[in-house]
């Protein structure tokens, strides 16, 4: 008989031999295959529950971490508008002592004008004044340079002051 159709007495021995394997294997290796796929298993379980710890703790660091850098953004927001601001008022308060300074330059330099304006009139009166004198006191030399002249002038005036009198 052949391997294709085999004898019944091989069969049973077959069936023995799988038996005896099967018994003994069941007996000193089944119970360690187990126990080691159990703590395999176990050993997977935990590793997934630590994986899942360290991603819902992944998870919360990115959440602290994200807050964290929006109280930064706020924080420069809030600094750069006070730097702002501050720069601003100093651009302000420079402007108006600027407009100050250029009021009191101005000021200063119309007090300074009239000042000057007022002296020149005062010179203007003055050489006019000298200049009239001195024009008068040439005309009137020249017209009395004769003696006759002015005793004739003189008589008419006190004739003048008389009939006003």
Known sequence: MGLITPDYGLL?????????????????????????????????????KMAEEARNEIKKLQTYNEELAEKARAERELALK???SLRDKIVEEAKSQAQAEAQKIIEKSRLMIIQEKENAQKELAQMASTLALEITEKVLRKQFADKDKQIEYFKDLLKEVSSKN
Do not use: C, H, Q, Y
């Not at 077959?14 to 394997?21: A, D, P, Q, R, Y």
């Not at 159990?38 to 935990?46: M, V």
């Open 82 to 84: 006070e730097a702002k």
């Open 12 to 48: 049973v021995w077959m069936l023995i031999s799988f038996g005896l394997v099967l018994f003994v294997l069941k007996k000193f290796a089944w119970k360690p295959i187990m126990e080691g796929l159990k703590s395999r298993e176990e050993s997977i379980s935990k590793s997934l």
